[in-house]
């Protein structure tokens, strides 16, 4: 019996994308069974780190990698390597007194809710211009902002931050010149898969990537890849050592599961799954578009800012609106998830999608008439 069933949970279509709060992604069968294969023994857990981190590396084409427990957990992580490389003391026996020394510096434009662990390790955020184009932020705006306790400077790699930062490329020579670490979120900058090394390529010394999202890992992991030397050090802060590491485990199954996502991702044919997301926005605008409920648009990139496309369904009928197509979608069997934005219309985001369920999305919102759903 399926699991949901047993529990009285129904599943649902995933229109909206990689969300985390949707379950993120759907793993692969092979990637199922990488997980099963580490689960049904036992293995020295450092010994396993060592060999699939090496590994995950030299597939991305990087100096070093390392699989943590999430995206948020390996910025954590990633801080306290920064915090530990700044003092020149392991982490586990830095005082309070001497993390709060450290700051981090960051953009307001790329405050998010993932950075509050920042404030979580103790150390102090160092916010940098506005978020808006009014005043735009220069290389001397970087450089005089750095001071003695700059352990790192956290960079958001997305769709959705607002203007006002430095692109990485006029970062990364100033942040070297002061000898300060660049942390690159790049949670969900996959596709496209060439992020996997361009952050680092670009001068990133650590690049942070959630397992859950499109890499179709385990949803609890997640991939930093990047400088070495920082890893190293996040290698001995982390899993299974005691003090944050052991907060922060890390599974077998887990770093099996993403071990085997990752091969899958280098291996798969992303021109023919960008394709296959063009179909399914051609297939909605061909059955919804103009028939007196929706207006259907591309719409690219995604609010994530990944090379995929979406379709918006803007509703046209004035009987209908965003919230209450929303709604009708959700209350439907099975339910629906599609998000807004707070426009007049839907978006529908192939990217979560599998074979068939276009088709039910279409026939779905078909009972959606202008003169009122059937
Ligand atoms: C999703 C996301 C995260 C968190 O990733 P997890 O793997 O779920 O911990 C962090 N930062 C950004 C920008 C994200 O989009």
Known sequence: MDIYD?????????????????????????????????????VPIREFQKAAHQAIAKLTKNEAAYVSNG??????????ACIEQKLGKPF???????????????????????????????ARYRELSFPNRIFPPTE??????????????YFAASGWVAPGFLPLEELVPIARAKGVPVLVDAAAQLPPVENLWR????????????????????????????????????TAIGFPHYGIGRMLKVSREEIAGLYAAIKQYLAMDHGARYDWCEAQIAALREALDGKGVFTVRRSFPNEAGQ??????????????TAASVRDFLLKGNPPIYAYSEDLPGIFINPMSLKAGETDLIIKRLQRLKPGGAD
């Open 71 to 80: 995206a948020a957990a390996g910025l954590y992580l990633a801080i306290a």
């Open 199 to 234: 952050f680092s390529e670009l001068g990133a010394d650590l690049t942070l990537f959630s397992g859950g999202k499109d890499l179709r890992g385990p949803q609890a992991s997640g991939l930093m890849v990047g400088c070495k030397a920082l890893l190293d050090r996040v």
């Open 92 to 122: 586990y026996y830095l005082t309070p007194e001497e993390i709060a020394s450290c700051n981090v510096l960051l953009f307001k434009a790329h405050r998010n809710p993932y950075d509050l662990v920042i404030g979580h390790l103790g």
């Open 307 to 320: 090379p995929i496309a979406r379709a918006f369904l803007e509703i046209v009928h004035p009987r209908y």
């Open 6 to 42: 047993e529990l009285g949970v129904k599943p649902v279509i995933n229109a909206a994308g990689t969300y985390t709060v949707l379950g993120g992604s759907r793993m692969s069968e092979e990637t199922l069974e990488a997980m099963n294969s580490a689960a049904r023994n036992f």
């Open 140 to 153: 001397a705006d970087l450089e005089y902002a750095i001071d003695e306790g700059t352990a790192a400077i």
